[in-house]
């Protein structure tokens, strides 16, 4: 397989650059810097001391064995990205471009966020490395996840409400990208996904597969054999791409991303892009996208901010069409049971993200064998969506109430 | 048939003249409004229409631009009405060239050479596609060129030398170069290095160059007219338009003014 993407970006006919001709000069100035500091080994051994010293790399990987014993099927393992510094695995990109904006000699970073956890760990990076950092925030995610908007005040960062358009992690993005046409010159765009114009989705590919690769080395020094399955969910796809990019060559790895079906994939209220879109350019490249028969872009729906995303990032729709990814679809209801699950049963409180993971397997892993290895990306922790669980869980969308669940002894 | 665009640059030449190109949002606030101003604003000394087509995420649009352009979504405005409104233009004899300005994912939507067909027939003369590097998308130059539309790309404060040539060489007709860092929308003061870039970018570019991007006042328009062939106004038209209440006339008005004022009547 050839490496991808191509000089100019492109995954297949997906990614690229579709840009006000403002950006050109930022994003070829990025794709240069980035070009040599992939090789320099001094930023790469500073890197790695923040990634290892500060965000607390390398993640473990836990074998869940209370939830293989609920199943009864494969063996079921979970890269720990939730225990990072921050919640989630958005540490590890935030601190690579906050670093490279340094070495850019960029005092400033923009970013977009949806559930705020790029927003913090963007503010996070910001405080580390003295930059000064601009958040844009739809005005819905900012009702939605007022604690991340405290505590990137906390860490010093301006968070701006954007009003326009669905008021979510789309149009934050559209502001964010228009704020950083209007001051290219003394800022750094930190995009916090595998999405936007090249060079982001290959370099924040890069930056994430750090989890990809400690998850591999782990299976080959523990158990001598790699895992058959790896599932992690997809929004923009970082966590995703960042856990199968190291495997991608690895054939008999079978590789499953699980896309937000939010209220069904029959309603309007979905996110999943790859499943039910159709190619199209929104936010500087090609990919799949959410769209109308005029092709105007089409609000995305899921109970998680982070999967609320229109569009997915390019290498995925790539990996779609070549069939080396499945994508499959999860509901706010199944994401919600995959989130009480993984609580009762291990004491470990999802994000609803990865609960979206999660709660694939009730459907699916009756499919595999008990000598089988199952890998699943916990990309982040549930703290920040604790009241809206408790939301659901009080409005009963998903079954009875977790504390009235009777325990069961012998599994604990 | 001689391309309009080129017929109205080469009169504008050989008059010494300068280009004002006026743009309106189609549908806003509504396609009867949209089509009565065009037909005003021709009368009025604008010698060329860019007609934005609304997008539900224009990312080099400020507020103002964005604020119509989501009006005119939500009345349903789709490219069939671009299609007949310049179609009924052409009929009633107004014969001003104008240029399609949209962003890419609708047209891509449509079918890059099913659009450009359909433009060309409805008597679009080109194509102003903001999201859409010279370097991307080929099929569409290709479609453009087959059509004889006009592709006209965007030269920034930003832009290095090599690439300035590269566009000055793509665009067609002439060269959109943005004033400032930035998006779209009126400003009150234009930046303070539009004269320094100009005078880097214009031994570089045969082609007329017209700028566009936060132009509002008669001022602007005189002091941009001494340094270029021509203007580009937007969010200062698309602001009159929001004021003037459902009339064409004081936006008509607006544009009399403006092109006065860069034609140096005033």
Redesign the interface.
């Known amino acids: 397989m050839k490496t991808l993407p191509d000089r ?1 970006g492109h995954f297949g006919i997906y990614g ?11 994003l070829e100035e990025l794709t240069r810097s980035y070009k040599l500091l992939k090789k320099d080994r001094k930023f790469q051994e500073e890197l790695r001391a923040y990634l290892e010293d500060y965000a607390g790399r390398p993640t473990p990987v836990y074998e869940a064995k209370n939830l293989t014993r609920h199943f009864g099927r494969a063996r079921i393992f979970l890269k720990r990205e939730d225990l990072c510094h921050t919640g989630a695995h958005k540490i590890n990109n935030t601190l690579a471009q906050g670093l490279l904006a340094k070495k850019l000699g960029k005092r400033r970073i923009v970013a977009e966020t949806g559930a705020g956890q790029h927003g913090v760990a963007s503010a996070t990076a910001a405080c580390v490395f003295g930059l000064e950092c601009v958040v844009y925030m739809g005005e819905e995610d900012i009702e939605r996840q007022a604690l991340n908007v405290y505590k990137m005040k906390l860490l010093g960062a301006e968070v701006i409400p954007v009003h ?2 669905s008021r979510t992690l ?2 934050a993005t ?1 502001e964010a ?2 704020d950083w ?5 003394t800022t750094h765009y930190l995009l916090g996904s595998v999405v936007g114009p090249h060079p982001y989705p290959a370099m924040v590919r890069d930056f994430q597969s750090i989890i990809g690769k400690e998850t591999k080395s782990f299976f080959l020094k523990n158990w001598k054999r790699l895992p058959d399955y790896l599932i992690a969910c997809v929004g923009g796809g970082s966590n995703s791409i960042g856990f199968f990019y190291p495997f991608l060559k690895e054939r008999k790895v079978k590789l499953v991303g699980i896309e937000a079906a939010g209220q069904g994939l029959n309603t309007k209220r979905h996110a999943a892009s790859l499943t039910k879109g ?7 490249m ?1 990919s799949y ?1 959410l ?1 109308n028969r ?4 089409e609000p995305a729906h899921s109970i998680s901010a982070g999967l609320d995303y229109p569009s997915v990032g390019p290498e995925h729709s790539y990996l779609k069409d070549s069939g080396r990814v499945k994508y499959e679809t999860v509901t706010d209801r199944e994401a919600l049971e995959g989130f009480k699950l993984l609580t009762e049963l291990e004491g470990i409180m999802p994000a609803l993200e990865p609960s979206h993971a999660l709660g694939f397997l009730k459907r699916w892993i009756r499919k595999t064998k008990r000598n089988e290895i199952v890998a699943l990306c916990l990309s982040g922790r549930g703290d920040k969506d604790i009241p809206a669980v408790r939301k659901a869980f009080e409005k009963g969308i998903s079954g009875s109430d977790p504390g009235k669940r009777k325990r069961n002894r012998e599994k604990v | 048939m001689q391309n309009r665009i080129l017929k109205q640059i080469k009169r504008a030449q050989k008059q010494g003249g300068k280009l004002f190109c006026a743009f309106v949002t189609l549908g806003y606030p509504s396609l009867p409004f949209t089509e009565k101003l065009i037909e005003k604003i021709a009368r009025a000394g604008a010698d060329m229409i860019e007609l934005g087509f609304p997008f539900s995420d224009p990312l080099a649009d400020g507020p103002t631009i964005q604020f119509s352009s989501e009006a005119a979504l939500r009345r349903g405005v789709q490219f069939k009405d671009a299609f007949a409104l310049v179609k009924r233009l052409r009929r009633k004899g107004c014969e001003i060239p104008i240029i399609f300005f949209g962003y890419l994912n609708p047209i891509y939507h449509y079918g890059i050479e099913r659009f450009s067909a359909k433009i060309k027939e409805a008597g679009f003369d080109g194509l102003i596609v903001p999201d859409l590097l010279p370097e991307e998308e080929k099929p569409l130059s290709r479609a453009c060129r087959l059509q004889g539309l006009y592709q006209i790309y965007l030269v920034a404060p930003t832009t290095e030398t090599k690439r300035v040539r590269l566009i000055a060489r793509k665009s067609q007709g002439f060269v959109y170069y943005v004033s400032l860092r930035g998006v779209t929308g009126a400003r009150k003061a234009l930046a303070d290095d539009i004269r320094k870039n100009l005078s880097r970018i214009r031994p570089l570019i045969k082609k007329p160059i017209l700028i566009g991007f936060g132009i509002s006042s008669p001022e602007h328009a005189k002091a941009l007219g001494a340094l270029s062939d021509g203007i580009i106004v937007g969010s200062a038209i698309v602001e009159k338009i929001r004021k003037s209440g459902g009339r064409a006339e004081p936006v008509a008005g607006f544009v009399k003014q403006m092109a006065r004022a860069l034609k140096g009547k005033v």
């Open positions: 100019a690229g650059r579709y840009v006000p001709e403002t950006l050109v000069k930022a326009s358009g789309k149009d559209n990208i228009r046409v209007a001051n290219v010159e159709s190619a199209g350019i929104l936010h500087g090609k996208l769209q005029d092709g105007q872009v």
